[in-house]
């Protein structure tokens, strides 16, 4: 990987998951104009607890000289969800439990030990970069197909980041300047497949 950025070695190994991720049923109901209020609660449960778990990840690792450049809150989709799931589902939204790849998902990150902790960059590059991506036609979508506006949306929004161009690439360049110790690299794009 000497002559391949960090970032770039991650958009190319992580390009099949990606067009995978573009053909789920998931996606597929978003793009054919089938997004139902309900399916749309469920999505933004299940995130709820992998944005808390990385969220955490990242914050605990706030002041370590080689993870702090990724903790980055203006980033961060928690607080948004908690905004969007009391909007869709009610204040006792946290009595819908999330599907079970997503506590399956929350709880990986929850145990990277402390020696793995790099691997957190993996998901901060997965989830954030796509969100500040795909998020804003997925936004525009949900918003045609369930009527909403703001409320119920707060996910996709990112109000910190007046130039999503701009951060993402400040976020790539933060990936090539990440110091990796010998074999790092690979794991973390493994874990970005993962």
């Known amino acids: 990987m000497d002559t391949v950025s960090l970032s770039e070695h991650l958009r190319t190994a992580t390009a099949q998951a990606h067009r995978d991720a573009e053909r789920s049923p998931f996606v597929q109901l978003f ?20 944005y808390a778990a990385l969220e955490e990840g990242l914050e605990a690792f706030r002041d370590d000289p080689r993870l702090g450049a990724f903790h980055l809150p203006e980033l961060w989709r928690q607080t948004s969800l908690e905004a969007d799931l009391a909007y869709l589902l009610g204040p006792a939204w946290r009595a819908h439990d999330p599907v079970p790849s997503a506590r399956a998902y929350a709880a990986r990150l929850r145990a ?29 979508l949900a918003a045609a197909q369930l009527g909403l506006d703001g409320d119920g949306l707060r996910f996709y929004e990112f109000p910190s ?6 951060y ?26 993962v």
């Open 31 to 50: 793009t054919s104009g089938r997004l139902d209020r309900a399916t749309h609660a469920a999505h933004f449960r299940a995130l709820h607890d992998l």
């Open 112 to 140: 990277l030990p402390a020696a793995a902790a790099h691997r957190l960059v993996a998901h901060a590059y997965v989830r954030y970069l796509g969100d500040l991506s795909g998020g804003l036609v997925l936004r525009r």
């Open 161 to 166: 980041v007046p130039d999503p161009a701009a």
């Open 168 to 193: 993402k690439r400040e976020f790539r360049r933060r990936l090539d300047a990440f110091p990796l110790a010998a074999g790092e690299a690979e794991d973390l794009v493994d874990e970005a497949r």
